[in-house]
């Protein structure tokens, strides 16, 4: 079950031209690249695996913008933390950084 997208496989949400999406293991390498370009650390892909192995309760987020991959993000429960608790980290792009997202928006995403 997802943490943030609330369970649905593959649910996304849209800010404007931003697309923000669950991915699963077949897009785990794009993930992967998309966390490297927030910050220059990260597992592999098969490290990736071997979290959700150790917590099913692990969620990857990937956001797009035109195209392109501009940041992705982890949300894990249950692993190493008291129950009910449950830990993430967002990366973005360098390039996508410091733009903002007018709350307005934030509160018109709705998942699509």
Sequence with gaps: MSLLLGGCARERTTLGAMEIREIHEDE???W?????????????????LDWKRQSRE??????????????????????????GV????????AGAR?????SGRR????PT
């Design 32 to 48: 992967v690249e998309a966390m490297r370009a927030g910050l220059d650390e990260a597992d592999t892909a098969d490290g990736y």
């Design 86 to 93: 449950a830990r993430g980290e967002v990366r973005v792009a």
């Design 107 to 110: 509160r018109s995403a709705t």
């Design 58 to 83: 692990t969620v990857w987020i990937l956001a797009s913008e035109d195209g392109q991959d501009v940041g992705a993000a982890i949300g894990i429960g249950g692993w190493h933390a008291p129950e």
């Design 28 to 30: 785990l390498g794009r």
């Design 98 to 102: 410091s733009r903002g997202c007018p």
